[in-house]
Nanobody
């Protein structure tokens, strides 16, 4: 059993910053990749950032240079530092672990960028 719990979402003004956290618990092993996705109203879920085997990182084109993904293995926690936020970053952000025995998703945390 794997549980992913996101936190850190909220309302922020354009140009502001937020840091999301994803605390993982349970049988965390055989990790293919882990990362963040988001889904805005009326749109498909899209990649934000992922960390693959060997620590290789990929970002979605719309967040490159503004967002940073990182992890603390001692705490089994994944982070997403979001800077220079724009209204189009408004979405529900989901933590995702792709393990050898299946994919797991968190419940999502709302990020709203508005003045």
């Amino acid at each position: 059993q794997v549980q992913l719990v996101e936190s850190g979402g909220g309302l922020v003004q354009p140009g502001g910053s937020l840091t999301l956290s994803c605390a993982a618990s349970g049988s965390i092993f055989s990790i293919n990749f882990m990362g963040w996705y988001r889904q805005a109203p009326g749109k498909e879920r899209e990649l934000v950032a992922v960390i693959g085997r060997g620590g290789r990182i990929n970002y979605g084109d719309s967040v490159k240079g503004r967002f940073t993904i990182s992890r603390d293995n001692t705490k089994n926690t994944l982070y997403l530092q979001m800077n220079s936020l724009k209204p189009e970053d408004t979405a529900v952000y989901y933590c995702h672990y792709n393990l050898g025995f299946g994919p797991y998703w968190g419940q999502g945390t709302q990020v709203t960028v508005s003045s």
